[in-house]
């Protein structure tokens, strides 16, 4: 069956790291625009990053650009976010889903697949 796993998530401090995982199984990501989205209580679910299936075309909102990285591993059908200098305001599930139009759109709707979610909490 077609699965999109998520791991990585957790408690950190301000200031700390965290790397989440997706992991593919029943399809090959590499054909896919895979993106990383957020929902935090109360909000709405929101785009953070995304990477196209080639030419190695990446987006990133502009509340995480120059602190978090998207970068795929097609070898072991994993895509990763490395989320550095969270912030407090960084808290939500974080969600991944897979764009069977290889392209990054930011948008929800466009997603064919989604993962579970993984919580992550930044707190002091």
């Known amino acids: 069956q077609v699965q999109l796993v998520e791991s990585g998530g957790g408690v950190v401090q301000p200031g700390g790291s965290l790397r989440l995982s997706c992991a593919g199984s029943g399809f090959t990501l590499g054909y896919y625009g895979i993106g990383w989205f957020r929902q935090a209580p109360g909000k709405e679910r929101e785009g953070v990053s995304c990477i196209s299936s080639s030419d190695d075309v990446r987006n990133y909102a502009d509340s995480v650009k120059g602190r978090f990285t998207i970068s795929r591993d097609n070898a072991k059908n994993t895509v990763y976010l490395q989320m550095n200098s969270l912030e407090p305001e960084d808290t939500a599930v974080y969600y991944c889903?897979?764009?069977?139009?290889?392209?990054?759109?930011?948008?929800?709707?466009?997603?064919?697949?989604w993962g579970q979610g993984t919580q992550v909490t930044v707190s002091s």
């Open positions: 889903a897979a764009d069977g139009s290889g392209f990054c759109s930011g948008y929800a709707s466009t997603q064919d697949y």
